[in-house]
């Protein structure tokens, strides 16, 4: 069983598929976060990816130096001058551009920027990184019980 799918007419592009390393979410393997201010270690910690999850977040002590200086401002000014932040699954990296970790709500004609990657006070023993919709948006998600994994493809840009 397959689900949610992946609509095979779109002729995605097939980053990668990874294998579930724990069942209580669809688990895999987190080698390293990197941003402006270098490499985060995350070691130790899983990547669950989540589809009920809007955004990405995992304990302060891992996104603090990762984020640290990137400013989204509320006015959607200076997106586009944001950096490149990187996820790595196994050996697989993932490049998500500012227009993708950063979330613009428009109500009423208003627009508004807002990060779609936070740190949170967690328990020390919260090994996790929670991998929501902002990272599945440019990398569509296929789960696979059948074969107790997890693919990525490339969405078009």
């Given at each position: 069983m397959t689900m949610p799918?992946?609509?095979?007419?779109?002729?995605?592009?097939?980053?990668?598929?990874?294998n579930?390393?724990?069942?209580t979410y669809w688990n895999v393997e987190f080698a390293k976060m990197t941003g402006p201010n270098g490499?985060?270690?995350t070691t130790g910690y899983k990547a669950a990816i989540d589809s009920g999850t809007s955004l990405i977040m995992g304990p302060n002590s891992?996104?603090?130096?990762?984020?640290e200086g990137i400013v989204v401002n509320e006015d959607c000014s200076g997106v586009d001058a944001l950096p490149d932040i990187t996820f790595t699954f196994d050996t697989?990296?993932?490049?998500?551009?500012?227009?993708?970790?950063v979330l613009r709500e428009?109500?009423?004609?208003?627009?508004?920027?807002?990060?779609?990657?936070?740190?949170?006070?967690?328990?020390?023993?919260?090994?996790y990184v929670i991998v929501g919709d902002v990272f599945m948006r440019p990398f569509p998600t296929m789960f696979n019980r059948d074969t107790n994994t997890v693919t990525f493809y490339k969405a078009d840009e």
């Amino acid at each position: 069983m397959t689900m949610p799918g992946i609509d095979a007419d779109l002729n995605l592009e097939v980053m990668a598929t990874h294998n579930v390393i724990e069942e209580t979410y669809w688990n895999v393997e987190f080698a390293k976060m990197t941003g402006p201010n270098g490499v985060v270690d995350t070691t130790g910690y899983k990547a669950a990816i989540d589809s009920g999850t809007s955004l990405i977040m995992g304990p302060n002590s891992l996104f603090a130096p990762l984020l640290e200086g990137i400013v989204v401002n509320e006015d959607c000014s200076g997106v586009d001058a944001l950096p490149d932040i990187t996820f790595t699954f196994d050996t697989t990296d993932y490049v998500l551009k500012a227009n993708d970790y950063v979330l613009r709500e428009t109500i009423l004609d208003q627009t508004q920027c807002i990060m779609g990657i936070m740190g949170a006070e967690l328990p020390s023993d919260f090994m996790y990184v929670i991998v929501g919709d902002v990272f599945m948006r440019p990398f569509p998600t296929m789960f696979n019980r059948d074969t107790n994994t997890v693919t990525f493809y490339k969405a078009d840009e």
